[in-house]
T-cell receptor, first 111, second 116 residues
Framework: EAQVTQNPRYLITVTGKKLTVTCSQN?????MSWYRQDPGLGLRQIYY???????DKGDVPEGYKVSRKEKRNFPLILESPSPNQTSLYFC??????????FGSGTRLTVV | AQTVTQSQPEMSVQEAETVTLSCTYD???????LFWYKQPPSRQMILVIR??????QNATENRFSVNFQKAAKSFSLKISDSQLGDAAMYFC?????????????FGKGTRLHILP
C-alpha cells in the first residue's frame, strides 16, 4: 500500500530533551515536507526537500532540523524542544505537481 | 509572497444539499497548482481535488467540483448531495509550479458541518 508512515503517533516530552519524529514513504517521491498544524493557524510548512541531500526552510523552521540522506526518509529533529512546539505534525510526500500524500500525524506535547 | 484566504471559518449544510466553500489566493505567478484537502475528525489529510492553473476546465471528482476563476484568483469547492461523511475541516492550498522551491501555502480552513 502506498503510504507515508510517521512515528510516533503521540509523544509527550519535557523541555530540552532532544527528539526525532521519523517519516518514511514507499512511493519513490522526490518531494517531502513537514508541516505543523495549530488551531486557527492552519498548516504551516516547516521544512521541505526536493530531492536527496536537498532541504530548505519553509515558513516556520526555527527550532527544527531535518535531513534527507535517503529518498524515502525525512526525519524531523527537535534538538531542544520548547512548549511552543506543542502541535500536531504532519509529514507528506509527492511527485512534482501532484498533491501531497500525508502521514497520519504526530501529536507532540512539550511540558 | 503567496497567500491563501478562506473567509468562512465554519459552514453548515443540510444533508443532500449543495454547499460551496470559498477560497481566494494571491500570487504574481502565472503557473501553479491549487488543491482542496479534507481533514475529518480522524485528522488524516485527504486530497479531495487538484486544479492546474493553465487548464481552463474546472476539475471534478464525483460529487466534488471546483469553480476556478484565475483572473479573480478564486478557487471555490462545491460539494453536491452532501453526506454525513463530508463533515470535516477543508483546506485550500497553493503550490507553485516553478522549480525554485516547493513552498506550499494552506488557508486556515473551513469547518463544514452536515445537518441530518
Amino acid at each position: 500500500e502506498a503510504q507515508v508512515t510517521q512515528n510516533p503517533r503521540y509523544l509527550i516530552t519535557v523541555t530540552g530533551k532532544k527528539l526525532t519524529v521519523t517519516c518514511s514513504q514507499n512511493m519513490n517521491h522526490e518531494y517531502m515536507s513537514w508541516y505543523r498544524q495549530d488551531p486557527g493557524l492552519g498548516l504551516r510548512q516547516i521544512y521541505y526537500s526536493m530531492n536527496v541531500e536537498v532541504t530548505d526552510k519553509g515558513d516556520v523552521p526555527e527550532g527544527y532540523k531535518v535531513s534527507r540522506k535517503e529518498k524515502r526518509n525525512f526525519p524531523l529533529i527537535l534538538e531542544s524542544p520548547s512548549p511552543n512546539q506543542t502541535s500536531l505534525y504532519f509529514c507528506a510526500s509527492s511527485r512534482q505537481g501532484s498533491g501531497y500524500t500525508f502521514g497520519s500525524g504526530t501529536r507532540l506535547t512539550v511540558v | 509572497a503567496q497567500t491563501v484566504t478562506q473567509s468562512q471559518p465554519e459552514m453548515s449544510v443540510q444533508e443532500a444539499e449543495t454547499v460551496t466553500l470559498s477560497c481566494t489566493y494571491d500570487t504574481s505567478e502565472s503557473d501553479y497548482y491549487l488543491f482542496w484537502y479534507k481533514q475529518p475528525p480522524s485528522r488524516q489529510m485527504i486530497l479531495v481535488i487538484r486544479q492546474e492553473a493553465y487548464k481552463q476546465q474546472n476539475a471534478t471528482e464525483n460529487r466534488f467540483s471546483v469553480n476556478f476563476q484565475k483572473a479573480a484568483k478564486s478557487f471555490s469547492l462545491k460539494i453536491s448531495d452532501s453526506q454525513l461523511g463530508d463533515a470535516a475541516m477543508y483546506f485550500c492550498a497553493y503550490r507553485s509550479r516553478m522549480n525554485r522551491d516547493d513552498k506550499i501555502i494552506f488557508g486556515k480552513g473551513t469547518r463544514l458541518h452536515i445537518l441530518p
